[in-house]
Structure formats: structure tokens, C-alpha cells
């Protein structure tokens, strides 16, 4: 069973710069890849990027792309989103996933953690 705890939330400026960290225990290799996913007051919860525990290869939504930057730690078992250039629509509450797929798709993904808020004001 695998338990994500991310951390890392907080109250920035629009250009700010924030960095998200999601640990992982009792990770099984099966679970190949981290994704971070947000969801925004009254939006559906959304791809923002993920990345491959053993590949390290990263994909990210066009929205945030060259802004945000993946990265993972093995050796820690913890997973990082660097987020760039904040602006006011990045608001949400930003949520760690793994998955057994190399996927953008919320529904593939079986573990979540408990969230972390972030709020940009302009």
C-alpha cells in the first residue's frame, strides 16, 4: 500500500516561484510512474505533469510547459514540481499520483495524497 504525502503549498505573487515536494512510502515497482494532477474551485481535477520512476522521462501539460518542471529523487522516493512564472489561474489544490502507466488520464492512477493548496495572487 502505497501512502504520497505532498508538502511544499502556500500563499505566493503572480511571478513567484514555488517547488512541491510528494514523498512516497512502500512504493512497489509496479507503480511506475508519479504524476502531479490540480484541481481548481468548481473545476475538474487536471494533468499537470508526470514522470517515470526508472525512465525519468516527463511530460506536462501544454498550460504549464516551460514553466513547470518535473523531477524525481529514487533515492529519496520523493517527487518534486518546480513551478515557474505563477500566475493567479494556477491556483488550486495540487495533488501527487502514482500509476502503473505512463498516462495523463486521472482514472489510471490508484494512489493519491491528501493534497497540498497553492494560491497565487495577482
Keep these: 500500500q ?7 503549498g502556500g500563499l505566493v505573487q503572480a511571478g513567484d516561484s514555488l517547488t512541491l515536494s510528494c514523498a512516497a512510502s512502500g512504493r512497489t515497482p509496479s ?6 494532477f490540480r484541481q481548481a474551485p468548481g473545476k475538474e481535477r487536471e494533468f499537470v505533469s508526470r514522470i517515470g520512476w526508472s525512465t525519468g522521462y516527463t511530460y506536462s501539460a501544454g498550460s504549464v510547459k516551460g514553466r513547470f518542471t518535473i523531477s524525481r529523487d529514487n533515492a529519496k522516493n520523493t ?11 494556477d491556483t488550486a489544490v495540487y495533488y501527487c499520483a502514482a500509476g502503473r502507466w505512463s498516462t495523463s488520464n486521472r482514472n489510471d492512477y490508484d494512489y493519491w495524497g491528501q493534497g497540498t493548496q497553492v494560491t497565487v495572487s495577482s
Design 31 to 36: 507503480y511506475s510512474t508519479m504524476a502531479w
Design 2 to 8: 502505497m501512502q504520497l504525502v505532498e508538502s511544499g
Design 79 to 89: 517527487v518534486y514540481l518546480r513551478m515557474n512564472s505563477l500566475t493567479p489561474e
